[in-house]
């Protein structure tokens, strides 16, 4: 007698518990400790940038060629800075998301444990990014307070793919940059260190937001994912154009309004956003979550 075929639902919870396995595994093997791996003691040296140049607001602009190198580099020092806690800001909504997902799930299945373990991880990296924007030398940057808001209400109503696929596309975005960043020798050590921290262990996380965003949209019809996809984009929207914060330029002692104009107008800039989120257009392309009402906020965002 031939024998039953195994459920679609039986494959897709073994596939879940596959992959979360591995993650844990994954973690096991590759993870840093970013207390001890990062040299958090040697003086910050001025000579060196906080980020990869080419990635600056005010880069190939007519400002950027009026600055000195000092200024370049102090510029730089402030955006990467700006990042960092724009990172924060979404990590801890992220956690937020993670755990509420998990609320009264069944904590001895490989995917409870795995986010926990991502939320674990999420935690370091904020502590990390806090110490790393102190070490630049930079204030306490925080989002718009719009932004806070609508951060605090997207963790409280958000869910299945609207979540998982807002996370991906910061995770995605802040990945491409640091990649940079932490292979260019003109970038401060530490800082590198960081990025090469952040880099390895975000890969677990963005394995699993794509996973989540796809197993989610199963369920999706076409009323819902319209929806979702419109609030992704609005999310991508808030989280991309938080990144620098404007007090940036005041605090590397530039002209704020001037450097603001020529930021906003800068093709060079809005190019290496474009190109560093192909391949996550297309993933998002593939899930169907490119409706025309989000393409106007990835376009806004310039993200496409």
Partial sequence: MASSPVRPETQDRLHEHVVAQRLLDSAATLSYDPATEVDWETPLDKNFHGASPEWSTLYGTAYWGELTEAQRKELTRQEAA?????????EMILQQMVLRDIYAKDPTEAEFQWALTEVAEECRHSIMFARGARKLGAPAYRPHRFAIELGRAFKAVAFGEAAYAAILVAEEVLDVMQRDWMRDERVVPFVRTINN?????????????????????KKAGWVRRQIHA???????????????NKGVYANAGLDRRRALDEARTNEHHKSMMRSSCSGLMDFLASARLLTKPALFFYKRANLI
């Fill in 82 to 90: 700006s990042v960092a806690s724009t990172g924060i800001w979404f």
């Fill in 197 to 217: 921290i952040h880099v390895v262990e975000e890969s677990r996380h963005m394995k699993f937001a794509r996973d989540e965003t796809l197993k989610r949209l």
């Fill in 230 to 244: 419109f609030v992704i984009a609005i999310a991508s929207y808030v989280i991309v154009t938080s990144m620098v």
